[in-house]
């Protein structure tokens, strides 16, 4: 029985927050990947994600193997990846595809690389836009190439790679959906410090990070993904493995009508706390509807943020007073008083704070999922 250890949110080709190839996507080109496991197993397999294509992508080829230094794939565990057993496969407009599990014994905690050839032009190409660890991009046919050579340009986003499988068995997966603080904006880049990483490590269970920078609950955005009350079906509740839910969004819905910095949002919508109660109230819903335990999670302390505001900061509290005390989740992950300055309740604790007041570094992530690990 496979599970999903791995996955990144699919978004649609944008400009993203750093530099990316989503616009331009792929021809005659190779994209070396590197994502690392949640749970182990003796078998993989990788799910593509067309999701946002307006025409079917060929992938000409593909290969997983043990991540080695830089684009280097740790010698004799470089494996061709099948489709219904060929090397080739069009993934749909709008669609994804699933390769054919292969034998290669990794373990929770280890990473893979993942390598995908494309012969053919790709046309913009479906993305997650922050992946806070290097990616690759190489010309030609680089899928058998082991020690990495042929790949010259970096990037830090991920390209059709929407899931990594095992065949762990394990049915007590937990799925973080949230924003930029979920994604792991503010954690040091390649060294897996996010908060799903944290959780995984502590618990020993696989934890899928449903993460987009800038998303939001109630709204799309041409950058930031579609609104989380859409995409929570495709985002973890298609997904293999899991029995939890745990729900950290809403603070880009209030936060972004407080500052003029946000690209796709001029002027932002002003929203009331009864309107993300009622959009959390859908999540759970969702959730439960799907046989999981939803778990609730406080926003963040804020103050001193781009996001705070006098409007943002009165319906922060309500909301999260009202995912403490009303019962509606079947259980709350107070990570608000958690990670709160003791001087000051409103503002991130500094010795956890990244420097924006917004989002927590390395330390302040290990704190979140402490937290959600004794609430699970």
Known sequence: MFTTSWTASPQAPSEGFTPNWSREGFWR??????????AGGG?????????????????????????????GVRPGSLTPLTFGGGAQIGIPARGEVVSDDVPLAVAAGESVTVTLHFGAPTGPATFHAQAFTAGYRGEGDLT????????????????????????????????LFGDSVTDGFGSTVGADRRWSDALAARTGR????????????????????????????????????????????????????????????????????????????????????????????????????????????????????WIRSA??????????RALADPADPDRLRPSYDFGDHLHPNDLGYEVMAEVVSATL
């Open 206 to 321: 696989p934890v899928l990070n449903a993460g987009i920078g800038g998303n939001l609950l109630l709204n799309d955005s041409a950058w930031y993904g579609e609104k989380g009350l859409h995409r929570l079906r495709r985002d973890v509740l298609g997904h293999l493995g899991l029995d939890t839910l745990v729900v950290l969004l809403g603070l880009n819905d209030i936060g972004f009508s407080e500052t003029d910095e946000q690209p796709t949002y001029k002027p932002a919508p002003v929203v009331e706390a009864a309107e993300l109660v009622a959009g959390h109230r859908e999540l759970i819903r969702q959730g439960r509807a799907a046989g999981l335990r939803v778990i609730g999670a406080t926003l963040l302390p804020f103050a001193g943020s781009d996001h705070w505001g006098e409007h943002a900061a009165k319906a922060a509290h309500e909301l999260n007073e």
């Open 144 to 175: 058998a190439r082991a020690d990495g050579a042929g790949f010259d340009a970096g990037t830090e986003s991920w390209y059709f790679l929407s899931a990594v499988e095992t065949d762990a068995g394990r049915t007590d997966g937990v799925a």
């Open 29 to 38: 080109q190779s994209v070396r990947q590197v994502v690392r496991l949640s």
């Open 43 to 71: 078998r993989v397999r990788v799910r593509l994600s067309n999701a946002y294509g307006t025409s079917p992508v060929r992938v000409a080829g593909a290969s997983v193997g043990h991540t080695a230094v830089g684009a």
């Open 327 to 336: 019962g509606e989740y079947d259980a709350v992950a107070d990570l608000n």
